[in-house]
């Protein structure tokens, strides 16, 4: 990261702090670490964007529904999709310092030590030794890979290593008053399980034909070795996902429909699309038959916020074999190579899967910037957040222009009757200036002010948030010009 860049990301999280978006868990105790609380204004950028997501993905089609799960499953169920095995990153510790690292998140930081410093040879000769190392589950030689390089170029001046452990990610509790092994209930770390456990209940209530969707928001969570980049990798956070049940033989289609179209629903948002990218995977788990990351240009660089995976019958499967009930779907419609009906058959899954908390980061930084506002005369600045209106926490901030003269009684009426329909904050205090400013860091698309001249005729002054610009409007105009502006 440069120090510009670095500079940014940190301008940008102390900003969440004091505006109200995002706070420390528990604070006052010093935090906990990847744990962090949405305050007044993250939560309504949080519930905005979740109602984007479920608008795009459950309103505007048919032939998708949502579910709400619950976070704890039978244990049997994160046995049968593989978590209790697999799910697991290798970790070491460092005996001098007493600090734990994900093993080959220390190789990774290498390698881009050596492709900043245009070493692309060692870069890439140091990636496929990881890979292989990873593939095999050597984790001897992952040991060693760490070894050689910190003798080769020595970035944390010690060598003391312990072995590469593999370490599991979920969080477990027990379930009733008697611990027992056989009590051992887990956190989910993925809202997909809760759907597929459901699919049969949803289709048959549903009554929902293949090809057919679930979408789910909810929360998952996930024993990081290492917290890192603030929301960017959390121990608690939220999904927004939706499994796509296709026919086995349509899947690659569907796929690359589902891969376009989620790439759609960023740029939608109005960001540039340079700040995307595809990443597609050339090494596939062993359940998948595509995958690819939908990656933003965070000031640390490319990251991914969105998975797009091709997960063949792998889960349906599993499922079935676990719980020994029928996974299948009976497919009505005739097959016109042999005339006969596609019959019964686990359906293919197409997933989508993005992090909210990484969408939220995205979306702050996306709308982030310190403008300057320097004339001759004077030198001025403001922050602002340039957020698309629709996702805004608050649509209008409606002032007063003083406190006397009958100006808050009437800068109330307006308000009462634009709260009815949208998120507005009423604020007397301090210089008009201020207030402007103080609405702008949290990105409010409209201002209105409330003078003499509106007790008059009814007019106020409307000044938006981009251009700084202000007019006089009607206040019966109010409601429009903003629901232009908000609306889904
Ligand atoms: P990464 O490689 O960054 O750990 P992943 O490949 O494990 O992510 P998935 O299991 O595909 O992630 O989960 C889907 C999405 O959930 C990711 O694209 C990301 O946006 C989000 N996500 C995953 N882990 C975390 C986490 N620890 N904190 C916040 N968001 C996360």
């Known amino acids: 990261?440069?120090?510009?860049?670095?500079?940014?990301?940190?301008?940008?999280?102390?900003?969440?702090?004091?505006?109200?978006?995002?706070?420390?868990?528990?604070?006052?105790?010093?935090?906990?670490?990847?744990?962090?609380?949405?305050?007044?204004?993250?939560?309504?950028?949080?519930?905005?964007?979740?109602?984007?997501?479920?608008?795009?993905?459950?309103?505007m089609h048919e032939n998708i529904v949502g579910i709400d799960a619950a976070i704890f499953m039978h244990p049997t169920t994160w046995k049968a999709s593989g978590h209790v095995d697999g799910f697991s990153d290798p970790m070491i510790d460092n005996k001098d310092s007493k600090k734990r690292y994900r093993a080959d998140q220390l190789l990774e930081d290498r390698i881009a030590k050596y492709e900043n410093e245009g070493k692309t040879d060692k870069a890439a000769a140091l990636q496929t030794a990881m890979d292989d190392?990873?593939?095999?589950?050597?984790?001897?030689?992952?040991?060693?890979?760490?070894?050689?390089?910190?003798?080769?170029?020595?970035?944390?001046?010690?060598?003391?290593?312990?072995?590469?452990?593999?370490?599991?990610?979920m969080f477990s509790t027990q379930v009733g008053a008697i611990a027992d092994e056989s009590d051992t209930i887990y956190l989910r770390p993925e809202t997909a399980q809760g759907i597929f456990v459901n699919y049969l209940n949803v289709q048959k209530s549903g009554r929902m034909k293949i090809p057919f969707g679930i979408a789910q928001i909810g929360?998952?969570?996930?024993?990081?070795?290492i917290a890192r980049q603030f929301i960017i990798r959390m121990r608690e956070f939220e999904q927004m996902e939706m499994q796509f049940f296709v026919r086995p033989g349509t899947q690659k289609e569907w796929f690359n429909q589902w891969k376009e179209a989620r790439l759609?629903?960023?740029?939608?948002?109005?960001t540039a699309p340079e700040k995307y990218r595809y990443h597609e995977h050339t090494k596939l788990a062993h359940y998948a038959d595509a995958?690819?990351?939908?990656?933003?240009?965070?000031?640390?660089?490319?990251?991914?916020?969105?998975?797009?995976?091709?997960?063949?019958?792998?889960?349906?499967s599993q499922h079935q074999q676990y719980s020994g009930k029928k996974m299948q779907y009976f497919d009505p419609e005739v097959d016109p190579e042999t005339g006969k009906p596609f019959g019964n058959y686990i359906p293919y899954v197409i997933e989508t899967s993005i992090g909210l908390d990484r969408m939220f980061l995205l979306t702050l930084i996306n709308a982030y910037e310190e403008e300057d506002?320097?004339?001759?005369?004077?030198?001025?600045?403001?922050?602002?957040?340039?957020?698309?209106?629709?996702?805004?926490?608050?649509?209008?901030?409606?002032?007063?222009?003083?406190?006397?003269?009958?100006l808050p009684e009437k800068a109330r009426e307006i308000m009462d009757k634009l709260k009815l329909d949208f998120n507005v904050q009423?604020?007397?205090?301090?210089?008009?200036?201020?207030?402007?400013?103080?609405?702008?860091?949290?990105?409010?698309?409209?201002?209105?002010?409330?003078?003499?001249?509106?007790?008059?005729?009814?007019t106020v002054t409307i000044r938006y948030r981009d251009t700084m610009q202000q007019e006089r409007v009607a206040t019966d105009q109010l409601e429009k010009i903003i629901g232009d502006m908000v609306s889904w």
């Open 426 to 458: 009423y604020e007397e205090k301090d210089a008009i200036g201020k207030r402007y400013r103080r609405q702008d860091a949290i990105g409010t698309p409209f201002c209105i002010t409330v003078d003499h001249q509106t007790l008059e005729d009814n």
């Open 291 to 316: 995958a690819y990351d939908i990656e933003y240009n965070f000031p640390f660089g490319f990251k991914e916020v969105e998975g797009i995976h091709s997960r063949t019958d792998f889960d349906l």
């Open 1 to 59: 990261m440069s120090k510009a860049t670095d500079e940014l990301f940190k301008n940008v999280i102390s900003h969440a702090k004091e505006y109200g978006f995002v706070f420390q868990s528990s604070e006052i105790y010093d935090g906990l670490s990847a744990v962090y609380d949405y305050g007044q204004n993250g939560s309504e950028l949080k519930n905005n964007i979740k109602t984007y997501w479920w608008k795009a993905m459950v309103q």
């Open 373 to 406: 506002l320097s004339t001759d005369e004077k030198q001025d600045s403001r922050t602002v957040l340039r957020l698309p209106p629709v996702l805004a926490p608050v649509k209008a901030a409606i002032f007063p222009l003083t406190k006397k003269d009958g």
């Open 219 to 225: 929360k998952a969570f996930r024993n990081e070795v």
């Open 133 to 169: 190392a990873l593939k095999a589950e050597d984790l001897s030689r992952l040991k060693e890979l760490i070894i050689e390089q910190e003798i080769a170029c020595p970035v944390s001046g010690t060598r003391n290593w312990t072995d590469v452990r593999q370490f599991n990610l």
């Open 264 to 270: 759609k629903w960023h740029l939608a948002l109005g």
